[in-house]
């Protein structure tokens, strides 16, 4: 049916952050290593913790969606690193990584013609695939653009970048 490959397809390009939103290599482009544990002012959590929210949460929807013995973390502390935790450049490169990973396999199951997108997850409360590829991309778009501001307050934002 159409209609259901142009919705796949629409879904795919959100999760991708190729609609209305900032995409993730464009926040994260270019980023001073050396800045990676610093904390904007009034903000308890550093650059890379941010990121490694957004791992988290995406990891956590994808699996509720696709594995029916999947356990969320303890809410919220598990959706962030400890706040003394640091990163060095591995862990950086690491979070980017798993979440470019992530972010494809839920544009595959957007985009995975045997998934019913409507029908609700056995094992959850009425969710839908649908609804959790959406709540995906929404959560990513607005970390990534909070991540974006906060670099613009910083002054760690590229004075030749436009965005």
Do not use: K
């Amino acid at each position: 049916m159409e209609s259901d490959l142009v919705l796949r397809r629409q879904l795919r390009a959100l999760v991708g952050g190729q609609e209305a939103h900032m995409n993730l290599d464009s926040a994260v482009a270019d980023f001073p290593m050396e800045r990676i544990n610093d904390r904007a002012p009034n903000i308890p959590y550093s650059f890379w913790h941010l990121l490694e929210h957004i791992r988290i949460a995406q990891w956590d929807i994808l699996e509720f969606a696709r594995d029916a013995s999947h356990v969320s973390p303890p809410w919220p502390d598990g959706y962030w690193p400890s706040r003394d935790a640091a990163a060095d450049a591995g862990a950086w490169n690491n979070s980017i990584a798993a979440i470019r990973s992530d972010m494809t396999a839920l544009e595959d199951l957007a985009m995975n013609p045997s998934v019913d997108l409507y029908t609700p997850i056995p094992h959850g409360d009425g969710q839908t695939v649908l609804r959790e590829i959406i709540l995906a991309a929404d959560h990513n778009a607005y970390h990534v653009g909070e991540f974006a501001i906060l670099r613009q307050v910083t002054g760690l934002w590229p004075a030749n970048r436009e965005g």
